[in-house]
């Protein structure tokens, strides 16, 4: 087979892989330079005006043109693969701004802002594979992107959101969202389909999963929804999942039935403000009165939770 030649036959950008999730992005970025394949790191740094994705986003985009992640709602990635392409070619990490202020009059944004990008040309797997376990690990950390060394390096104490740390960029990544479901009944069920399409970590909880082994899958970036309908079942799990740490607890029932709730975990010392970390009735809308509106009702709820907590790991 005759070699290509890039003037006559340039690489077309294409999309490999289609997901926004940073994991998976990372877990593509290290196969790629894994395979021999010369790959970008694409990082968003700076919004001005609207944007369609948050600071700190990223693209992977490789030599062969084959590209995953997401910097904006899709309509300028493929332009930025194309980019990306050339500093590659040109050994050279560069910046490119997209929308307000771009040299590129023809991009236009459809949120009417402007956005400035990254594009890191990756030398080594090291500081992925080392972001990579800390994640797998369930635990928060940082890459640090310094444009003047055209340089990764890895900050495991930075807690903060993606953003400017004097010259660095710091891109701040967290754990995946984990639902862990209570009960067996049409609602739990509907909930997890709902939570897998919606790429959180589910786990339906068996009656014979021992306390440890729940504490154990209980972290920081955990959710929590107790689908059961009766309250002398679920009181002795809410007493675990009120000792952990869990980001979001949710329970099934009316109002009166968490009156009851109330008394029962106040006769056993809970405090107020223990109680006051269950959501019940559970839910982002009240009076879901089938089993798909409510799983919608519930993920709905635990991803607006996620995205307002302050974790502290």
């Keep these: 087979m005759a070699a290509r030649d890039p003037m006559t036959d340039p690489v077309v950008p294409a999309i490999g892989l289609s997901t926004d999730e940073p994991l998976e992005i990372l877990r593509y970025a290290h196969a790629s330079v894994e395979a021999g394949i010369a790959t970008a790191l694409v990082t968003l740094v700076e919004i001005h005006g609207g944007s369609a994705r948050p600071l700190g986003s990223q693209m992977v985009v490789r030599?062969?043109?084959?590209?995953?992640g997401f910097v904006s709602g899709g309509c300028t990635e493929n332009a930025v693969a194309a980019e990306a392409l050339e500093a590659l070619q040109n050994?050279?990490?560069?910046?490119?701004?997209?929308?307000?202020?771009?040299?590129?009059?023809?991009?236009?944004?459809?949120?009417?802002?402007?956005?400035?990008?990254?594009i890191h040309r990756l030398r080594s797997v090291k500081e992925l594979e080392e972001v990579i376990g800390e994640l797998e690990l369930r635990r928060g950390t940082a890459l640090r992107y310094g444009p003047a060394s055209e340089r990764l390096s890895v900050d495991?104490?930075?807690?903060?959101?993606?953003?400017?740390?004097?010259?660095?960029?710091?891109?701040?990544?967290?754990?995946?969202?984990?639902?862990?479901v209570f009960g067996r009944s049409i609602e739990a069920t509907a909930t997890a389909d709902v939570a897998r399409a919606a790429r959180i970590d589910i786990h339906l909880v068996d009656g014979q999963m021992t306390a440890s082994s729940l504490k154990?899958?209980?972290?920081?970036?955990?959710?929590?929804?107790?689908?059961y309908h009766d309250l002398d079942r679920e009181i002795p799990h809410l007493r675990l999942v009120l000792d952990s740490r869990a980001f979001y607890i949710g329970a099934l029932g009316s109002l009166r039935t968490h009156g009851r709730r109330i008394k029962a975990l106040a006769d056993d010392g809970y405090s107020e403000a223990d109680i006051d970390r269950i959501k019940a009735p559970i839910g982002i809308f009240g009076k879901a009165k089938s089993a798909s509106s409510l799983a919608l009702s519930i993920?709905?709820?635990?991803v607006a939770a996620r995205m307002s907590a302050k974790f502290q790991t």
């Design 299 to 302: 993920v709905a709820d635990v």
């Design 156 to 180: 495991r104490r930075f807690r903060g959101v993606s953003q400017w740390d004097r010259e660095d960029f710091v891109i701040a990544y967290q754990p995946t969202t984990r639902l862990l």
């Design 216 to 227: 154990s899958l209980i972290d920081p970036f955990t959710a929590v929804a107790l689908l």
């Design 91 to 118: 050994g050279h990490d560069r910046f490119l701004r997209l929308g307000e202020g771009s040299r590129f009059f023809d991009i236009v944004l459809p949120c009417g802002g402007g956005i400035n990008l990254a």
């Design 63 to 68: 030599a062969d043109g084959l590209y995953c």
